[in-house]
């Protein structure tokens, strides 16, 4: 599962036919405006967990895994139920945490759009969540993904044996 960010993202890449709404699992890839290193000190990353998960507990999603990389955001959520819609779930949480940065460092935070990718019934929930983990890892931030401050488990879908542990 390689994913190319240097390649900018169209400015709305969602699928015309198909609603985001209902009990899809997602990744989802967040640029900060201009790739600029905006989650690299703890006051703004926990702010934005905060903000993260009242709006996914608030338009009905389960937080299955994140990470703040220094210049993007990757995220696997879940919908809850029908009512679950990710574009609303997105839309909100990038305005709001948005909006708290604009107004505490001046700048804004995010990249006009975002990457999305459905998971299919085949593709494996713990394997993208254990992408999403190694990323640090994988650019050579730590050396362990439990090192890294920055990334984490909000629910806890996955089995004792499946090696992605707290």
Known sequence: MGLDLKKSFPKRPRLKDFDYKGTYAYFI????????????????????IHILTDNAERERFRILAYCFMPDHFHLLAIGEDDKSDLKKFISFFKQESGYWFKRNYGEDLWHISYYDHILRKE????????????NPVRKGIVAEYRDYPFSGFVARPFRADSGLKP
């Open 123 to 134: 593709e494996n929930l713990e394997n993208v969540a254990s992408y999403i983990l190694q």
């Open 29 to 48: 890839t967040i640029r900060s405006k201009e790739r600029s290193v905006r989650f690299k000190k703890a006051e703004v990353v926990d702010r934005l």
